[in-house]
């Protein structure tokens, strides 16, 4: 039963407590189980709070028993990318510079909405120091590697939490997403990634980052990706720039399906991207999936050039920003890399930021007018599969950083726009292909329900190793 049960979804699990078939308890127990496996294999957690979780799921199995869940999650089994406040727990952003003693007496808004819907909170997943690169390794945790080859990244700045979904030690997580993070390890790892509209899910506190910084599920399915945004993305007062309520669940919409949407195809943005082939093929057979459902697929590229400049201005001052009143002595605690970004970021002027900021309005006019004529857009999420751990591009690459090879995400992460990443299959070497699927700012429901027929239509058959 163990096994079982860290391998059914979220929505299955409820299904599960509704019919009395098992509870909380044994989720937890089972999941915890799962997590303590897992850890010495691909260190997915900063901590796990075994104590903790079994009071919450006892608390939850009570509510059961008296027909009374607390929420649409109550018993539930979730991990927290410790970028997030949670009270009663450090959040230490992965970095040596952050001190675990204080009060730690405050949610983050996504968190709130987990407590109040009876979540049970398994642990922390890891994350590179300040969610600063597209792996996960930190000076504070050391390396967090690939479910499907240990030797592999799982991808970042979200590394932990997608390897602990995809082991089954838990089957939601919180991550954050400010050029990919999350988007990027749920492809190398093979489940489902969401960045939502910006907004639709508050930030509190503010990110260093700025308006790049999204809150997003990650989860096995489409289902369960949007019954926890349905959780999450609510207002909070704490956030001035976040969304009003939406009008609808976003679960409700999923059996929708895509026929009649018109969806555009981007191989390449215009044979900008160089695509390893195998990934190439596993997303032309999810573009041909789609149209088989009925939508309207046409081969063509979104009109912007590589925007990396603007999103390095951005986004290296935003470094700069975060680490400005750490001392001499708490700057060489710092991963080195993320000490030379923000270098670069210190130097760049408020006339520097404010073209940045322009380009950016540019490529949102663009996107939005590229809207008017497709509902989606269709694109491989990364050019390349999962490459080995601990370095922040493939050695041989010829890339300087991480955003060499992430040019499918960052530019919708400049645009604010709802991209999810959905399994598509497999390379030659058993590693997921993930296709990442884009719609126009707010439409978040059209990217969940291209993303739910996919699971319907073609289920992703990758295992992890040890599951």
Not at 60 to 88: F, Y
Not at 109 to 134: C, D, M, N, Q, Y
Not at 147 to 171: N, W
Not at 176 to 193: E, H, K, N, W
């Amino acid at each position: 039963m163990t096994t079982e049960l860290t391998e059914l979804t979220a929505v299955e699990l409820l299904d599960g407590y509704r019919r009395g078939e098992f509870g909380p308890v044994e989720a937890t127990r089972a999941t915890l189980a799962r997590a303590e496996e897992i850890q010495p294999v691909v260190n997915a957690f900063v901590r796990i709070d075994a104590k903790g979780a079994l009071a919450q799921a006892a608390a939850s199995a009570e509510r059961w028993r008296r027909g009374e869940p607390a929420g649409l999650l109550d018993g539930v089994p979730v991990t927290v990318k410790d970028i997030l406040l949670q009270r009663g727990t450090p959040t230490l952003r992965g970095s040596r510079t952050i001190a675990e003693q204080g009060s730690w007496d405050e949610d983050a808004p996504s968190v709130a909405r987990l407590r109040e819907h009876g979540a049970v909170f398994i642990g922390r997943t890891t994350t590179p120091e300040f969610g600063w690169k597209g792996v996960t390794d930190s000076p504070l945790t050391g390396v967090t590697r690939n479910p499907h080859d240990p030797a592999r990244t799982a991808g970042g700045s979200s590394g932990g939490s997608a390897a602990a979904v995809a082991l089954g030690a838990g089957p939601l997580s919180l991550g954050t997403d400010g050029g990919g993070s999350v988007r990027i390890p749920a492809s190398f790892c093979g489940i489902v990634g969401l960045k939502p509209t910006y907004g639709r899910v508050p930030l509190y506190p503010a990110s260093a980052f700025g308006t790049l910084s999204h809150v997003g599920p990650m989860a096995r399915d489409a289902a369960d990706a949007a019954l926890l945004l349905d959780v999450i993305g609510v207002p909070d007062a704490r956030d001035w720039s976040g969304l009003d309520r939406p009008p609808g669940r976003y679960g409700e919409g999923l059996a929708d399906g895509v026929r009649g949407l018109r969806i555009a195809y981007s191989p390449s943005l215009g044979g900008q991207v160089a695509v390893r082939p195998a990934v190439a093929a596993a997303v032309r057979r999810g573009v041909e999936r789609l149209a088989a459902l009925g939508a309207y697929v046409e081969e063509t590229d979104p009109d912007f050039s590589d925007p990396v400049d603007a999103f390095h201005t951005l986004w290296f001052s935003g470094a700069a920003r975060v680490t400005q009143k750490l001392s001499p002595r708490q700057r060489e605690l710092l991963d080195p890399g993320l000490r030379e970004i923000c270098a670069a970021g210190a130097r760049l002027s408020a006339l520097d930021y404010l073209a940045a900021v322009d380009a950016r309005m540019e490529l949102g006019r663009r996107m939005g007018l590229f809207h008017e004529r497709y509902d989606l857009l269709v694109t491989p999420t990364l050019p390349i599969t999962a490459f080995e751990a601990g370095v922040e591009v493939p050695k041989g690459s010829g890339y300087r950083r991480w955003t060499g090879w992430t040019p499918f995400t960052y530019p919708f992460n400049l645009t604010q726009q709802p991209a999810v990443t959905v399994p598509v299959g497999s390379d030659g070497d058993g590693l997921p292909v993930g296709m990442q699927i884009v719609a126009a700012r707010h439409r978040d429901e059209l990217v969940l329900r291209a993303a739910h027929a996919l699971d319907g239509a073609a289920p992703c058959e990758v295992r992890p190793a040890g599951s």
